[in-house]
């Protein structure tokens, strides 16, 4: 025998009500999750794409941080991201420096100074592109191609444009040494000069400024001249900087013994480095007191 379940109305109508309460609520849920996201995708500019500077870093991320050393290539990543992303000038404009630099590791001067040029014309806003660019296309006729004089016109354009840069000091460096190529000395010793008076702070292109100083007053006859020149590139090295101490400690003693044809001032003059005025002894006043050579420069 079999028994009827009987449901009266009442009930099904409870039960009706109920399960449409429950999914009332999960649509409810729903929405409110969904708007939650919505405002917090809006808020904080996420995106389901990812950005032109986050698919550019990817790309940077495979190019070594001494490019110039080369062993990588990444022209065509690099043309395809200009390609796709032309309309983002800060991304865009990374990327068309280092497709320079690639094309410039591998020889191709030609496409290297297009790449560098269509840069700086097409996002001239980016500056701290834009003085990248302008400095490796001096860089490229000066130590690439050996055309002193266009060297000489993007260097100026460079310090000009861009006085602000990091790689202004760096430019006049490179200036002043394209003169002294074409043996325009006036016009390299101003150079020099002008990275002395207004870069106070490009501790290491003052040092270089100086030392490239007294190497054309020694190529001139002038060694007094010079040591006078090599001592201020001592004093003005970077503290902790060793290596170009060394530099400069070196240069100084060969200087030294130009001049007086033996090693007795260079001697001394190592010998004040290490012990100062006290000598060895460590005691004022002894026989051992030693005097720096370089004071009579």
């Known amino acids: 025998m079999f028994c009827a379940l009987e449901i009266y109305p009442s009930t099904t109508a409870s039960l009706t009500n109920l399960g449409g309460l429950a999914v009332m609520k999960k649509i409810r849920l729903a929405f409110t999750t969904s708007l ?5 995708l ?35 990543e690099l043309k395809e991201f200009v390609s796709k992303h032309g309309n983002s000038p800060n991304a865009c404009a990374q990327a068309r420096y280092y497709l320079g630099c690639n094309y410039k590791v591998q020889g191709d001067y030609t496409n290297a100074l297009k790449e560098y ?8 806003q980016v500056t701290s592109e834009c003085s990248k660019a302008q400095f490796e296309i001096a860089q490229i006729y000066f130590y690439c191609l050996n055309d002193i004089p266009k060297a000489i016109v993007e260097y100026k354009k460079m310090v000009a444009k861009y ?47 100086y030392m490239d100083m007294g190497d054309i007053a020694k190529d001139q006859g002038d060694i007094s001249k010079a040591i006078s020149n090599y001592k201020k590139a001592y004093l003005a090295c970077p503290f902790g900087d060793t290596e170009t101490m060394q530099w400069t400690v070196d240069v100084i003693c060969e200087a030294l013994r130009t001049k007086d044809g033996s090693m007795a001032s260079a001697n001394q003059f190592l010998k004040y480095q290490k012990y100062g005025p006290p000598g060895e002894d460590k005691i004022a006043g002894t ?11």
Do not use: M
Request: hydrophobic share 40%; net charge negative.
């Open 163 to 209: 006085p602000n840069s990091w790689l202004a000091p760096l430019a006049e460096i490179s200036l002043g040494r394209a003169y002294r190529r074409q043996k325009d000395y006036t016009s390299a010793l101003a150079e020099y000069q002008k990275i002395i008076d207004n870069y106070p702070d490009a501790r290491k292109q003052r040092v270089e400024a």
């Open 36 to 40: 939650v996201l919505t405002v917090v």
């Open 287 to 297: 026989s051992d007191d030693l005097t720096n050579p370089l004071a009579a420069y």
């Open 42 to 76: 809006v808020l904080f500019g996420f995106t389901s794409a990812q950005s032109p500077q986050a698919e550019f870093d990817v790309i940077r991320q495979g190019i070594p941080n001494n490019w110039w050393e080369g062993n990588w290539d990444k022209i065509n």
């Open 117 to 124: 040029n269509a840069l700086i014309n097409a996002y001239p």
